[in-house]
Nanobody
Framework: QVRLVESGGGLVQTGGSLRLSCAAS????????MAWYRQAPGRQRELVAS???????NYADSVKGRFTISRDNAKNTVYLQMNSLKPEDTADYYC?????????WGQGTQVTVSS
């Protein structure tokens, strides 16, 4: 079992920044990938960014150049630095952990970007 706890969401104005954190606890296997997904009202959950335990990253086109994913493997924590936020970034953001066939989700943290 893996437990994921997100923090760092909130309300920010257009152009502002937020940093999300997700701490994983439990039995952590490697290799693994940790990722951030988001889901806006009425829309499907989508991948924002992911990072493997060896450092490979992947970003959605909509956030490239604005968001940066990083992780501290010693702390089993993944971060998402979000800069130049836009109203269309408004969503619930979810942390995801995957290792083999094991997939876990956090409870989500809300990000609201006002125009």
């Amino acid at each position: 079992q893996v437990r994921l706890v997100e923090s760092g969401g909130g309300l920010v104005q257009t152009g502002g920044s937020l940093r999300l954190s997700c701490a994983a606890s439990g039995i952590i296997f490697r290799p693994n990938a940790m990722a951030w997904y988001r889901q806006a009202p009425g829309r499907q959950r989508e991948l924002v960014a992911s990072m493997t335990s060896v450092g490979s990253t992947n970003y959605a086109d909509s956030v490239k150049g604005r968001f940066t994913i990083s992780r501290d493997n010693a702390k089993n924590t993944v971060y998402l630095q979000m800069n130049s936020l836009k109203p269309e970034d408004t969503a619930d953001y979810y942390c995801n952990y995957a290792s083999g066939s094991d997939i876990y989700w956090g409870q989500g943290t809300q990000v609201t970007v006002s125009s």
